[in-house]
C-alpha cells in the first residue's frame, strides 16, 4: 500500500480553502465599502463646512442684504460688506450662487472680480431665506439668513451616494 493522496482528497481541500477564501474575501470587501462610505461622508461634512464658515464669515461683515427678498427661497444671495476695518467706507459685494456640481461665490471689490469656487466635483445644493424680526432686548429690527447647504459624493458604480445636510441661521450684526 502505497501513501499518499487521491484526487478526490485534493479536490475536497480545494474545495474547503476556496470557500475560506470567498468568505475572507467578503469580509475585507464589507470593509473596505464601510470604510469608503466613511471618508466620503467626511469629505462631504469638511466641503460644507468650509462653505458655511466662509459664509458666515462674509455675513457676520455684512451692513446690507440685497438679496433674496425677506421670506422667499432662493438659490442665490447677495450682499453688501465691509472689507477693511481700518479704512473708513470700504466695502465690497459678495455673491454665493448654485452651479451644477458646485456653489460660486463672487467678490467685486473696488471694480475688481474674486471668483471662487467651493465643493467642486461634488451634488451642491444652497438655498437662502432672508429673515427680519424685531430684536426683544432693543425693539430695533434685525436681519439674517437662513442656510440650507446639501452636499453629496457622486454616485459610485453600485448607484449608491452619500450625502450631508446642514441648516444654519447666521444674524446680520452690521444692522
Known sequence: ????????????????VSLLMVTIMKLLGTGMSGSQKGLSHLANMEAASILMSQIEYDLMRAYELTDPPVGEKSISARWKMLTDE????????????????????TLIEDGSTLEHTYCRGLKTVISFEKV???DPKTGGEKQGLWINLSVASPKKISGETEKFELKRLIMCKNF
Not at 5 to 14: D, K, R, S
Not at 87 to 94: K, R
Open 1 to 16: 500500500m502505497k501513501k499518499g493522496l487521491t484526487l478526490i482528497e485534493i479536490c475536497i481541500g480545494v474545495v474547503i
Open 86 to 105: 481700518t479704512i473708513p467706507d470700504t466695502t465690497a459685494t459678495v455673491t454665493y450662487q448654485n452651479l451644477d456640481e458646485a456653489v460660486k461665490r
Open 132 to 134: 427680519r424680526f424685531t
